[in-house]
C-alpha cells in the first residue's frame, strides 16, 4: 500500500506534477512521473520523479523507489539506448539543485563526445586497514 503523497506548493517538481507547470510527460503512475528535460544534457533525457516530495532519497518512502526504476528502464529501451547514465544526487554539494528526489536517464550518443553526462572520476586509493575498518563500521549498520 503506498505512503500517502505530499507535496510542496513551492517546489518546482510538485508544480510540474499537479500540471501547473507543463511539461512534456512520457509515463505516469500513481507513485511516480516522467517526463523531457527542458534543459537537456543529451536528445532524450529524462526526469523521473516520485509523487512525493522528499528532497533526499533517503527520506523517500521505499515502493516509490521500487517503481522509478522499472520506468528508467522503460525509457532507456524506448529509446534504444546502448549507452546511458541514471544519475540522483543528494543535497547541494553533491550537485542536487532541485531539492526533489529525482532521476535523471541521460543518453550518451556518441563515445568520447561531451554530449550526455560528462565526469571525471577522482578515485581514491585507501589501504587494507583502513578499508576492513570502514568494511566492519558499515557492517554493524546494516
Known amino acids: 500500500m503506498a505512503t500517502v503523497a505530499k507535496s510542496l506548493a513551492s517546489c518546482i517538481f510538485c508544480r510540474i506534477m499537479k500540471g501547473e507547470i507543463p511539461s512534456f510527460k512520457l509515463i505516469e503512475t500513481e507513485l511516480s512521473y516522467s517526463f523531457l528535460d527542458v534543459g537537456p544534457l543529451a536528445r532524450g533525457h529524462t526526469l523521473v520523479i516520485p509523487k512525493y516530495h522528499a528532497e533526499k532519497m533517503h527520506e523517500l518512502p521505499d515502493e516509490y523507489l521500487n517503481d522509478i526504476m522499472p520506468i528508467a528502464k522503460k525509457i532507456a529501451l524506448a529509446q534504444g539506448l546502448e549507452n546511458y547514465n541514471i544519475l540522483q544526487n543528494n543535497g547541494r ?4 539543485v532541485v531539492p526533489h528526489v529525482h532521476f535523471h536517464v541521460i543518453p550518451k550518443l556518441v563515445d568520447g ?3 550526455g553526462l560528462v565526469i571525471g572520476w577522482p578515485a581514491q586509493s585507501l589501504d587494507k586497514g583502513e578499508l576492513k575498518k570502514l568494511h566492519e563500521e558499515l557492517s554493524k549498520k546494516l
Not at 93 to 96: C, E, F, K, M
Request: glycine residues 0%; without cysteine; charged residues 30%.
Open 113 to 115: 563526445d561531451t554530449e
Open 93 to 96: 554539494i553533491a550537485h542536487q
